[in-house]
């Protein structure tokens, strides 16, 4: 047969598609829809067999996923909850107008709620569920920047008095004010999980999931529909973390777990994606992890168009714009769209030549529109097996009209003048007058008015108000002493690392009868390197499916063993996701009434330093339980190098305020701290945390010394004295030496090294800088202010009270943890520390070329004493030289 003319051919190609979309309309009709799922499915097969490549798509067109007759009416009242809407949008906009004129530059965001109202109302009026159902709600993670929204809304529900609405962001306000964002550590009874550094919420929201499913597993809680919500921006999704762990959430099937993004297509500066579709590459992403995708592009006035839309010109044309260009026609006329998007294409303009310019300027997207986001959240929340992302289409600034609607600089924008007020108020019916509106003024309708009522009868129905954070737990009581005894008594000759006898601790108080099943032991694949592998097998690897495998290691003592009540998370390679499971364990005592104990442990340069946000997250989420640095000490980790070798993390940790930092040497140091950790935490509920460094260097463990416990927790203790001279008369050099983790016993091999040169030294055990530099300041800030009161002494002076000699500490980490508490030490305080980058050595190496070993320790000391005119500069020399010290090494600080 001859080819057909190109004409026949193009005549030819719509007669077939016609004919092979009425085949599929009538199975369509038919009214099963898995039917169609599969002929498209084995139609594909067979084209692909055929030897026809179809290109791989992993978005679907750019319309809505819910089509209009798969909805359902949006029950209630819909007029109302618009009105209430209106209100919130209106004293969210006057809040941060109105806190900016007061105090300029105070800061604030209207634009980021004025474009998710609608996606925050429809869940507080229909799925949000309060604590008030039994104890347990729903648990959201409010996008950070909408907060003006959220607090609006509590007003209305009479949560707030009128007068801390007007000291938004002014905290210190007598009476008290709002914080700018969600933070549980000002706002305890309110906010529950801080968001607002972007992507830190969503990676937090995936592993609360999944800690809800690991508790319910574990039996410790009872199965429950609870969901987690978390919203988040368009622009917060280029975050790493926002993404980062999707893929977990697929696999572990959390259909618990329901994310909106709130697609505006703008972050701060501009377009997300100028030249793309955010929604587009946002599905694609989602749908290759697994996830469930709803789109919600286009509102309710769009459905006739796109029903008519029967050869799908609409949905092409909607599908090619990129979002730089829906940006320009968010803020342009009826006319310019008509002309620019509809008039492409003479068949498009045909569509919509029954509209006015007017009717298409108020053609609303989906994310706009109360019944397609009802709809949408409807569907997540009945979606079995998955999770699921609502991806809703928005306008920046929605409302705000020429002050800031859809603008590059909408973020910002903070001011309303009064005719943008007047444009608003009129916009969204608010009854203010003319005469009242230059002031913008809050406004809140009677208690008995409509809707009021209404709110307060919605919420009633789903449990109470959102968000509020309690304490619900009972304080554990844990007279733990059978578990930390052995400890106290040393090792007795056997060599350990702290890293062994912290792990023989974990596994005794899993053993617990009290308290062992609320152990949470998290791991980012580094359990082998910790000597944890025996737990493997004692108590369980989670996982939600159990193990479906034989295991390879299966005929071992110590198999890999997998289980659904396994109580290890063991996160593999993410310290973020190990961070976000520590933090979802260690506030269950507020989330869920539970009093989890997280210990989670990791490569010790790879926690502060590379997740030191979500830390300062867990800080603000009042989390308890302990952080352990494994392999922690720039010289102690022997041949890692640069990025392994950690003499950064106590530095990083003193900034946490809530956060207690320990570098423990022993093994009854290591067992004071956590026992009192755990008393602190859990006996007497207090909101902090512990950091402690874990070391793989083995060594004997002694006996405590008498006395010892106090000092041991607030920082620093006698070791061991100065061997005492027996001739009372004779003039005796004297020096006092700190130590702090491995790098103690070099400081106690350095008191013998003295002792050649005639100098009797004392040997402090610093577990604490950190407390040490905070007790300082606190005793001296209380004195400033109390001046005619008998002054408190900080702890470090009242122990070297009546130390003589010169004053030298060495530790694995930075000198600068030594010189901060040298203001309260009697003379100053020589440092030795870590300062510069690691090198692939062994210990002794690495502790020469620092500078931190017993040798450096004692000429430190001697030096001092030369600069007090003790000591003449030759014995110096003298012992540099025997020392076999090179004068002229260079500087590890900088080299
Ligand atoms: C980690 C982090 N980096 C930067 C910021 C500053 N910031 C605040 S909001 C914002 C833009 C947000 O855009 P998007 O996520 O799209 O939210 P929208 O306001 O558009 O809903 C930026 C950059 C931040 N809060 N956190
Ligand atoms: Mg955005």
Known sequence: MRNPAPKDTADLETLEQREWLESLDYVIEQGDRGRVQRLLATLRHHARVSGVALPFSAVTAYVNTIQPDEETPLPGSQEIERRIKSLIRWNAMAMVVRANRVSDGIGGHISTYASAATLYEVGFNHFFRGKGRDGDGDIVYFQGHASPGIY????????????????????????????????????????????????????????????????????????????????????????PEALGAIGLAAREKLDNLIWVVNCNLQRLDGPVRGNGQIIQELEALFRGAGWNVIKVLWGSDWDPLLANDYDGLLAKRMGEVVDGQYQKYAVESGAYLREHFFGTDPRLLEMVKHMSDDQLKKLRLGGHDPVKVFNAFKRAFETKGQPTVVLARTIKGYGMGEAGEGKNVTHQQKKMNEADLRSFRTRFGIPISDEQIADAPFYRPPDDSPELQYIRERRKALGGSVPSRSVRVEPLKVPLDGVFEEFFK??????????????????????????????????????????MEALFRAVGIYSHVGQRYEPVDMDTLLYYKEAQDGQILEEGITEAGSMSSFIAAGTAYATHGVNTIPFFIYYSMFGFQRVGDLVWAAADSRTRGFLLGGTSGRTTLAGEGLQHQDGNSLVYSLCYPNCLSYDPAYAFELAVIIQDGIKRMYQDQESVFYYLTVMNEQYEHHEMPKGAREGILKGMYKLKPAPVSDDRNAKQLRAQLFGSGAILNEVVKAQDLLAKYGVAADVWSVTSYTELYRDGHACERWNMLHPTEPPRVPFVAQCLKDAPGVFVAASDYCRVLPDSIDRWMPRKIRSLGTDGFGRSEDRAALREFFEVDARFVAIAALAELQKEGQLDASVVAQAIKDLGVNPDKPNPAVS
């Not at 801390?164 to 009476?175: A, C, I, Y």
């Not at 199965?223 to 280029?238: I, M, P, Q, Y």
């Not at 023989?504 to 062992?516: C, N, T």
């Open 490 to 531: 040393g090792t007795e000759g056997r060599k350990a690392s702290t890293t062994m006898v912290f792990v023989r601790m974990l596994s005794k108080l899993l053993r617990e009868k009290e308290i062992g099943d609320l152990i949470v032991p998290i791991v980012p694949d580094e359990a082998r390197t910790f000597g």
């Open 152 to 239: 609006a809304r509590a007003f209305l529900e009479g949560r707030f008095p009128i007068e801390r609405l007007e000291n938004f962001r002014r905290e210190l306000k007598p009476g008290g004010g709002l914080s700018s964002y969600p933070h549980p550590w000002l706002m305890p009874d309110f906010w529950e999980f801080p968001t607002v550094s972007m992507g830190l919420g969503p990676i937090m929201s995936i592993y609360q999931a999944r800690f809800n499913r690991y508790l319910e597993d574990r039996r410790l809680k009872k199965a429950s529909d609870r969901k987690v919500w978390a919203f988040l921006g368009d622009g917060e999704t280029d975050e």
